[in-house]
């Protein structure tokens, strides 16, 4: 049975990121596909619905890691109970440590899925390139994307306030499980639709 790649995600189910940053390498960036060398009428459609999802897993990773402004537990009011109060030293670091390993894993995850992985846009591979030399290129590209990443992560730390508690629910059951579903919905309608 052959596979059918749209956007990098076979259709079959399967999700093999290597698969997903070589067709990335050739069709540009998931979460920005205008960088393309060849464009269809099904990758136009398809742009804006990728992107949302960038958005919404950036904006999820932010929640996850309890970053500002999603880090309430955090704030004024809880500094006096909990981990904050019950940890000292070692312990209370690797709370932090977890939180700055979680910023790691999701940044990873969005270079993988959205960014390209170890490829730029624009450049091939040299044909008669060394392996290695190659491979550590690669693992700068990819590293170099996840340290730009953490400075986004950090850089919004230092820019917004935080949210309430009732403005945090609001966002996430109100605004983006509703927008996550409908983004479902079209993608689903425009990949039926063309085939």
């Known amino acids: 049975m052959g596979t059918v790649g749209i956007r ?3 259709l079959e189910g399967d999700l093999n990121l290597g698969g997903l940053i070589s067709y990335q390498s050739v069709h540009g960036w998931i979460a920005l596909p205008f960088m393309a060398t060849e464009q269809t009428l099904v990758s136009y459609l398809l742009w ?5 999802s960038f958005c919404i897993f950036l904006i999820a990773a932010f929640a996850q890691t309890n970053r500002l402004p999603f880090d309430l537990p955090e704030s004024e009011t809880e500094l006096v109970s909990g981990y904050h109060t019950e ?3 070692m312990k209370f ?3 932090f440590l977890g939180e700055y390993a979680n910023m790691i894993a999701s940044s990873a ?4 899925l959205f960014l390209g992985g170890w490829t730029l846009p624009w450049i091939s591979e040299p044909a008669g390139a060394n392996a290695i030399g190659l491979g ?3 693992i700068g590209i990819f ?5 730009a990443l953490m400075v986004g992560f950090i850089w919004v730390r230092w820019m917004l306030p935080r949210f309430r508690y009732d403005q945090l629910m609001d966002l996430g059951w109100r605004t983006f499980i509703p927008l996550a579903l409908a983004n479902i919905f079209v993608t689903a ?3 039926f639709l063309k085939s």
């Open 8 to 10: 990098g995600v076979h």
């Open 189 to 191: 309608l425009i990949l």
């Open 109 to 112: 995850m969005m270079v993988t």
């Open 136 to 138: 550590l290129l690669h």
């Open 143 to 147: 590293v170099g994307k996840v340290i």
């Open 48 to 52: 804006p619905c990728t992107f949302l």
């Open 93 to 95: 670091a690797l709370f």
């Open 87 to 89: 940890y000292s030293s």
